[in-house]
C-alpha cells in the first residue's frame, strides 16, 4: 500500500473513486450493460473464463468492465473469486467426439467423416478496417449448419486405425487426476498438470512459445490435424445414484495437432500429438497450448532439449499472467529502504572508483617526470 504517497489512505480513496469516474467514461454516452459485452466481446469474454479458470461469461464480462478492458486484470479478478467457491466434485471427462460442432476444420485431410465445417472466423476476412460497423447497421442472420449430434471421430483416431500414430495416452485406473488450483506445482509433473497449466497460460507467452518451435527453436514440423469448436456435455457421478447427472453443456475449442517423429528404440516412426483444450471459442490459444505441449514431450520422446519451449520449469514457471503480472507490477510499491541500500552502496563504489583514479593518475604523473 502507498502509505508513503502523500495524503496516505486518503489519496488511495481517491484514486479509487477517480478509477470508477474514468471506468464510466462520457457520461453522454449509454452505459455499457453485461449482456452487451457477453454478446458482443464474446472472444474476450472467453479468454478471461479461459484462464481465470472458471465458466461463467456472465462474470467474466463483468471482470471486463470492472477492469476497462484490461483482460489479465479481468483474468485475475475472476480467480480471485474462484477461490471463494465451494468445491462439490469432478464431473467425467468431457467426450469432445460428442460434441455438438459449430466448427471443424482440418489441415490434413480435405474430405473428413462428418464433414468440415467454417463456422464463425476471421480467417478469410481482409483485415480491413469495416466503416458499418461503426453505423450501428443491421447485420442478415446467416444460415448456420452444426453438426448433427453424432459421434464426430477425430482425425487422430484415422490415423490410429492405420497405426500411423501414438496411442492416445490412457492413464492407469488408479492415477489421480491432479488440480493446480489446489495443489502447489512441483517439477518434473504428470501431463495432466501441465496441461492444466498451459490451458490457463497467458496466449501471448504459449503464441510466441509456439511460434519459436516453427522457427526452429525445438524440433516441430506440425500438421493441425483438427479444430474443433462446440458444446460438449458435463457429466457428475452421484455417489447415491447409478447413473451421472448432467450439469449442462458448455463451450470449448480443441485442437489436436500431429507431429512427425522419426522414432526410437523402443517406438516405430509414426506421428505424435500435441493436444490444447481451452473454455469457449479460441482457437489461437488451442494451437500455441497444444503445439507447446507436443515441445514439453521432447523427454519423454527421448528427443534433446535445445529449446525454451522444450523447457518444462521455464514454459510453466512463465506462462501463468497472473503470477508474471504480480512479480512485475509490484516493483512499483515502495522499495525506499532497499533503494537507499543501494544508492549508498553505488556511492561508496564510485568513492572508490574516483579514489582509484586518482592514485593512477598521481603515480603515472610521477613516473612521466
Not at 458444446?231 to 457428475?236: M, S, Y
Request: proline share 5%.
Amino acid at each position: 500500500m502507498y502509505v508513503a504517497v502523500k495524503g496516505g489512505e486518503a489519496a488511495i480513496a481517491n484514486a479509487h473513486r477517480l478509477l470508477a469516474d474514468r471506468r464510466r467514461g462520457d457520461r453522454s454516452v449509454p452505459s455499457l450493460r453485461i449482456e452487451q459485452i457477453v454478446e458482443q466481446l464474446a472472444l474476450g469474454v472467453d479468454r478471461v473464463m479461459s484462464e481465470g479458470s472458471l465458466y461463467d461469461r456472465e462474470l467474466a464480462a463483468l471482470a471486463i468492465m470492472q477492469s476497462r478492458g484490461d483482460l489479465i486484470e479481468a483474468i485475475f479478478l475472476v480467480r480471485a473469486y474462484r477461490t471463494t467457491l465451494p468445491r462439490f466434485g469432478y464431473t467425467r471427462p468431457i467426450d469432445t467426439a460428442a460434441m455438438q460442432v459449430e466448427r471443424r476444420v482440418s489441415a490434413t485431410y480435405k474430405d473428413l467423416p462428418g464433414g468440415q465445417l467454417l463456422g464463425a472466423t476471421f480467417d478469410y476476412t481482409h483485415r480491413l478496417l469495416d466503416p458499418e460497423l461503426a453505423t450501428d447497421a443491421e447485420v442478415a442472420t446467416p444460415e448456420q449448419r452444426e453438426g448433427d449430434g453424432q459421434r464426430m471421430a477425430r482425425v487422430s483416431e484415422i490415423l490410429a486405425h492405420e497405426g500411423l500414430i501414438e496411442a492416445d495416452g490412457e492413464l492407469p485406473e488408479d492415477h489421480l487426476t491432479g488440480d493446480i488450483t489446489r495443489e502447489p506445482l512441483e517439477f518434473p509433473m504428470e501431463r495432466d498438470i501441465r496441461l492444466q497449466a498451459l490451458s490457463r497460460g497467458d496466449e501471448g507467452f504459449l503464441l510466441a512459445l509456439g511460434y519459436s518451435t516453427q522457427r526452429g527453436y525445438g524440433r516441430s514440423h506440425p500438421f493441425v490435424g483438427e479444430v474443433r469448436i462446440g458444446e460438449v456435455e458435463l457429466e457428475l457421478d452421484v455417489p447415491e445414484l447409478p447413473f451421472p447427472i448432467s450439469l449442462g453443456r458448455i463451450r470449448v475449442t480443441e485442437c489436436q495437432m500431429v507431429n512427425q517423429f522419426k522414432g526410437s528404440a523402443k517406438a516405430p516412426p509414426q506421428f505424435t500429438r500435441g493436444y490444447g483444450l481451452v473454455f469457449g471459442q479460441s482457437e489461437r490459444k488451442a494451437m500455441a497450448m497444444s503445439l507447446c505441449d507436443r515441445a514439453l514431450r521432447a523427454g519423454e520422446l527421448g528427443e534433446d532439449i535445445t529449446a525454451p519451449a522444450q523447457d518444462e520449469e521455464f514454459v510453466i514457471s512463465h506462462s501463468d499472467n497472473v503470477q508474471a503480472t504480480g512479480f512485475v507490477e509490484h516493483l512499483k510499491l515502495p522499495h525506499y529502504v532497499d533503494f537507499q541500500a543501494e544508492l549508498d552502496l553505488v556511492r561508496r563504489m564510485r568513492g572508490e572508483h574516483e579514489k582509484r583514479q586518482a592514485t593512477d593518475q598521481t603515480e603515472t604523473r610521477e613516473a612521466a617526470e
